[in-house]
């Protein structure tokens, strides 16, 4: 399991390119979360 700090998914949220966001979305394309990213970026709070 990988925890990731809050203030880099904020950042990957925003596209925020740096090292942390790069292997961020690098695991959520190959572990099917991007689609819940996505989800979570179009979703009204």
Do not use: F
């Not at 809050?6 to 942390?20: E, K, M």
């Not at 959520?28 to 179009?42: I, K």
């Amino acid at each position: 399991m990988l925890v990731v700090d809050s203030t880099v998914w904020v950042d990957y949220l925003n596209g925020v390119v740096n090292p942390q966001t790069d292997y961020l979305g690098h695991i959520s394309w190959t572990t099917g979360l991007e689609e819940n990213v996505r989800r979570l970026q179009t979703a009204r709070l």
